[in-house]
């Protein structure tokens, strides 16, 4: 879907992008991450003609971009900024409607498609759609920059940094909701960020970057069971690759199925336990965690009750298995 070949971009002779090339995938989630100043964000806009590069070639469908006309290069790329960029003095369903209004868009088309990504985004039309950006909260006002930039349909969508000045829980739960849509609508996503477990959370392809250069590029697991210098090992957090890699790694995968939600029905002698009592875990209620959890969870939460055994449970908060200790110490990542 998109290609950088031999790209540089230079400010008065100084590199900010030297020489990298990149290929993402249609449908791919690719993350560009790494300290400030190190040439990602550059990348981002010069794939949209917001900053032209000063060498090399970048290709969307095998169409070098300066063939096409500027502005109708960007109606076909959605693009969302960290302070959303929304216009102050437009409802939110104006705001929406912008790009659909440039392509000259039917009106009910427009309205109907601003009624689809304000549901889609859990922002009710008939709540949301009259508001001005100033009655929104940050993550509200985010999620709409969002709605924008996907409201033409384009086949790419550029994000820089686009949850960055959101606090913590806020931007969880916008990296969830990006993750859901993503998984419904399967659109081509190049995101920059210099948080590496929001990358690791969302990428499918992962390109480290330092100085203006490509690093490393790879799966995130790649990534974290192969680092291929110091800095990219401390850039994911040292010795702390191992807890990252679990929080790649879902329940679902790892537990053991068990047909009952009663620990003494479970085959406890194979479970290999130490140091917990049989007896007491007989008729001891276990914590519980989802399918959905990353073992990463798993092991807190177990910390936390300090116990070895952890019921799962399905979406309707059935329990469907466990899992011990030392099913997650053994788990080996499948992707």
Known sequence: MIELQNISKYYDQVSAVDSIDLKINKGEFCVLVGTSGCGKSTT??????????SAGKILIEDQEINSFNEQTLRRRIGYAIQNTGLFPHWSVEKNIGTVPRLLKWPEKRIQERVIELLELLNLPYAEFAHKYPSELSGGQ????????ALAGDPDILLMDEPFGALDPITRESLQ?????????????????????????????????????KIIQQASPYELLLNPASDFVSQLLGGEDR???QAGLMRVGEYMVVASSTHINDLDIKNLDIKNVETNKLATKPLASVSTHD?????????????CELLTVV????????????????QAKPHG
């Open 44 to 53: 981002l806009r010069m794939i949209n003609r917001l900053i032209p590069h």
């Open 141 to 148: 006002a985010q999620r709409v920059g969002v709605a924008r």
């Open 176 to 212: 969830n909701e990006l993750l859901r849509i993503q998984q419904q609508i399967h659109k081509t996503i190049v995101f920059v960020t210099h948080d590496m477990d929001e990358a690791l959370k969302l990428a499918n392809h992962i390109v480290v970057m330092d100085q203006g």
């Open 242 to 244: 191992g807890l990252k």
């Open 294 to 306: 990353s073992l990463r969870f798993a092991l807190s939460v177990m910390l936390w009750h300090q």
């Open 314 to 329: 399905d979406d309707q908060q059935q329990p469907v298995g466990y899992i011990s200790l030392q099913q997650i110490m």
